[in-house]
Antibody, heavy 120, light 111 residues
Framework: EVQLVESGGGLVQPGRSLKLSCLAS????????MNWIRQAPGKGLEWVAS????????YYADTVKGRFTISRDNAKNTLYLQMTSLRSEDTALYYC?????????????WGQGVMVTVSS | NIVLTQSPASLAVILGQKATISCTAS??????????MHWYQQKPGQLPKILIY???SRAPGIPARFSGDEAELNFTLTIEPVEADDVATYYC?????????FGAGTKLELK
């Protein structure tokens, strides 16, 4: 069974940093591209970043480019999102999600999400 | 960026009737003859779930009540017949180019 479990969220002050993790199991993690998608309270879905299976290709939303860094450790089956210079508008539930192939950028498995609250 | 405009924002349907949700793309999402448009269902308090990928292909376990179609950049998700378990917000998403984008969502309720 595919499982994605996020961790690392919490309350953080504006301008500070936070690092999210997503532990994957139930599939060969190193074969799949991964993504972070967020959802502000009561709002819709916003794609944040994508990383290919070997980390060769990385993409970011303009809203986080230069502040967030997506990375992965295939030996640890773990996806990361390093977030710096956090703003109140980054407050959201952050999901990690898998995309099924490098040609198919849709999200077939999602984690339960981890909440990030940016507030003083 | 490819903008996806969903309509209506909310929809009330009688049990057993048909629900139609529209998603209009600002430009083509077609690659090699396949429209890279996808649909998700998010029930209240739950994580999103893939329903339809590549315009009309149902994800594993998704019943035939859910179908996808396209006409001139206007994509539709149809649910027929609607069941009580379908109460949710539905999102379209394009997978052609970065940034990947979602529609704003359509909230389906029962009348």
């Amino acid at each position: 069974e595919v499982q994605l479990v996020e961790s690392g969220g919490g309350l953080v002050q504006p301008g500070r940093s936070l690092k999210l993790s997503c532990l994957a199991s139930g599939f060969t993690f190193s074969n799949y591209g991964m993504n972070w998608i967020r959802q502000a309270p009561g709002k819709g879905l916003e794609w944040v970043a994508s990383i290919s299976s070997s980390s060769s290709y990385i993409y970011y939303a303009d809203t986080v480019k230069g502040r967030f860094t997506i990375s992965r450790d295939n030996a640890k089956n773990t996806l990361y999102l390093q977030m710096t210079s956090l703003r109140s508008e980054d407050t959201a539930l952050y999901y990690c999600a898998r995309h099924p192939s490098r040609r198919d950028y849709y999200f077939d498995y999602w984690g339960q999400g981890v909440m990030v609250t940016v507030s003083s | 960026n490819i903008v996806l405009t969903q309509s209506p924002a909310s929809l009330a349907v009688i049990l057993g009737q048909k629900a139609t949700i529209s998603c209009t793309a600002s430009e083509s999402v077609n690659k090699f003859g396949i429209n890279l448009m996808h649909w998700y269902q998010q029930k209240p308090g739950q994580l999103p779930k893939i329903l339809i990928y590549n315009e009309f292909s149902r994800a594993p376990g998704i019943p035939a009540r859910f179908s996808g179609d396209e006409a001139e950049l206007n994509f539709t998700l149809t649910i027929e017949p609607v069941e009580a378990d379908d109460v949710a917000t539905y999102y379209c998403q394009q997978g052609l180019t970065f940034p990947l984008t979602f529609g704003a969502g359509t909230k389906l309720e029962l009348k």
